[in-house]
């Protein structure tokens, strides 16, 4: 079982930065891929980032490739997003996702590939 924690999330303007992080518990942490995805009002769970096992994979949706960032620290239980440029398109739930995996170099950008998720921190980005 893997309980997952986000945090970070908040209302900021156009242009700002802000950087998620997600807290796992247990000691699955370092077997398990992780992902971010996110949820605006009306629509469907986006994929946002994904980072493998090991943390020499990442992954990213393609509209968000450049802006945003995945990485772990196997340390803290904790994989992060950081998020540059915003935009007022980015506004939305962002939830932490992990599967427990036996490859090492793998990611996954399918919300049904993931057993674990988090309760979802708010973002607002305003104009």
């Known amino acids: 079982q893997v309980q997952l924690v986000e945090s970070g999330g908040g209302s900021v303007q156009a242009g700002d930065s802000l950087k998620l992080s997600c807290v796992a518990s247990g000691r699955t942490f370092g077997s398990c891929v992780m992902g971010w995805f996110r949820q605006a009002p009306v629509q469907a769970r986006e994929f946002v980032a994904s980072?493998?096992?090991?943390?020499?994979?990442?992954y990213y949706s393609d509209s968000l490739k450049g802006r945003f960032t995945i990485s772990r620290d196997y340390a803290k239980n904790t994989v992060y997003l950081q998020m540059n440029s915003l935009k007022p398109e980015d506004t939305a739930v962002y939830y932490c996702?992990?599967?427990?995996?036996?490859?090492?170099?793998?990611?996954?950008?399918?919300?049904?590939?993931?057993?674990?998720w988090g309760q979802g921190t708010q973002v607002t980005v305003s104009s």
């Open positions: 980072i493998s096992r090991s943390g020499v994979n990442t």
């Open positions: 996702a992990a599967v427990p995996t036996s490859y090492s170099y793998e990611i996954y950008y399918r919300a049904d590939r993931y057993n674990y």
